[in-house]
């Protein structure tokens, strides 16, 4: 059995709904090839969020808009969101990216995991974030987030060599308990992190 065949399997029984995450987003590998990142054990993940779109906005003025928002209502509430908005990125979005990356390679046995601390890798995986949709959760109205990403990969003399775009990757929280922001985020952050892995392996692993 192939090895996308083996994922496939794990992917169903492991995650719950994990049908209906892959129909919601597209995966696509727009340039280069995967194949020198057979047998490497580790890839150094790097993270930016330049010229992010925000829904319809620039993160910036979306950033600014909500910060007047919530000013206007209370003192200081929206200094602290901002400060939350940018902290969530680093506490919550990546790890919960790394962790479920590295999962489904634990449980496709190739070895591979990325790190954002590694030191003696010699490949690099640059996750780009180009858009956010946060969504919403209010009484009985829902929207769940998603994101859209570039990753470039590059090897060890920093050369790209390959790119992979990520497309509407979703996020709510279990059983719709998402009326936080950064939960419906940082589920979209999982989701991206299982489906890139899913393709990683297949590009390297699968043929």
């Given amino acids: 059995m192939k090895m996308k065949k083996i ?11 994990f049908f209906g995450m892959i129909q919601a987003q597209k995966l696509t590998l727009k ?5 020198a990142l057979k047998g490497v054990t580790e ?8 010229d992010m779109m925000v ?13 007047k928002e919530y000013n206007d209502k209370e003192p200081g509430k929206g200094d602290t969101w901002k400060e939350d908005w940018e902290n969530d990125r680093a506490s919550r979005y990546q790890p919960r990216f790394e962790e479920a990356f590295n999962g489904i390679c634990a ?7 990325i790190n954002p601390y590694a030191t003696g890798s010699a490949y690099r995986m640059v996750v780009r ?3 956010t949709e946060p ?10 987030a998603s994101i859209n990403m570039e990753v470039k990969f590059f090897d060890e003399a920093g050369a790209e060599i390959a790119l992979i775009t990520i497309m509407n990757s979703p996020g709510g929280g279990i059983w719709e308990s ?11 952050y999982a989701n991206a992190g299982r489906s890139l892995a899913a393709k990683v392996i297949d590009e390297v692993y699968g043929k």
């Fill in 7 to 17: 994922l496939l399997l794990v992917l169903v029984v492991v995650i719950p709904g």
């Fill in 31 to 35: 340039s280069g090839s995967l194949d």
């Fill in 43 to 50: 890839l150094k993940v790097e993270y930016t969020y330049d």
């Fill in 55 to 67: 829904g319809k906005m620039k993160e910036a003025d979306y950033v600014a808009k909500k910060v």
């Fill in 107 to 113: 449980l496709s046995g190739t070895g591979l995991k």
């Fill in 129 to 131: 974030t180009t858009f």
């Fill in 135 to 144: 969504g919403f959760n209010i009484y009985m109205t829902r929207k769940d």
């Fill in 178 to 188: 998402d009326f936080d922001t950064g939960v419906r985020i940082q589920d979209a």
